[in-house]
């Protein structure tokens, strides 16, 4: 494509203008359907990102929801088990007090005092095993035979 022209009478040579306009044309078309390519290229961009980011927020606020929700779930059942360690703490302190007021230092004492004589019990019962005396002496104690004479 050549911008020269002949010089000819009266100016340019007609075919050779008219063939350059052709030309020229033809470069104008190339460049408009390649705008129109780059133009739909684009508009096609732009609606599939927002597609994309709108799909994007859908699913985030599914997922919102959702992590809202066992959030929800996790803290009722924090909550439940602290009422059952707390109803446990309460139980375990009203025992713990029941007892302590029925068991005192006497009860440990007559405990103490039962257990010694049973110990004495059982030394007078070794000593006087077959392997020092022959027959039973007559006068040793038979073991209590209720669960209330030995307290």
């Given at each position: 494509?050549?911008d020269r022209f002949?010089?000819?009478k009266?100016?340019?040579?007609i075919s050779?203008?008219d063939q350059?306009?052709?030309q020229?044309e033809t470069?104008?078309r190339?460049y408009k359907?390649?705008d129109n390519?780059?133009?739909?290229?684009?508009?096609?961009?732009?609606?599939t990102a927002?597609?994309?980011i709108?799909?994007?927020?859908?699913n985030?606020?599914f997922?919102k929801t959702?992590a809202v929700?066992?959030?929800?779930?996790?803290?009722?059942s924090?909550?439940?088990?602290?009422?059952?360690v707390?109803?446990?703490?309460?139980?375990?302190n009203?025992?713990?007090?029941?007892?302590?007021?029925e068991?005192?230092?006497?009860?440990?004492l007559s405990?103490?005092?039962k257990?010694?004589e049973l110990?004495?019990?059982?030394?007078?019962l070794?000593?006087?095993?077959p392997r020092?005396?022959?027959?039973p002496?007559p006068?040793?104690?038979?073991?209590?035979?209720?669960?209330s004479?030995?307290?």
């Amino acid at each position: 494509m050549s911008d020269r022209f002949a010089v000819v009478k009266r100016g340019y040579d007609i075919s050779e203008v008219d063939q350059y306009i052709t030309q020229l044309e033809t470069v104008i078309r190339s460049y408009k359907e390649k705008d129109n390519a780059i133009n739909s290229a684009l508009i096609s961009a732009q609606m599939t990102a927002t597609n994309i980011i709108n799909e994007a927020h859908k699913n985030a606020g599914f997922l919102k929801t959702g992590a809202v929700a066992k959030l929800d779930a996790i803290t009722a059942s924090i909550s439940v088990q602290k009422r059952l360690v707390k109803e446990f703490q309460d139980d375990y302190n009203r025992l713990a007090k029941k007892y302590l007021k029925e068991f005192n230092d006497s009860d440990v004492l007559s405990v103490y005092s039962k257990i010694q004589e049973l110990e004495e019990y059982i030394d007078g019962l070794v000593s006087e095993s077959p392997r020092k005396q022959t027959s039973p002496a007559p006068e040793a104690e038979a073991p209590p035979t209720s669960q209330s004479a030995w307290l």
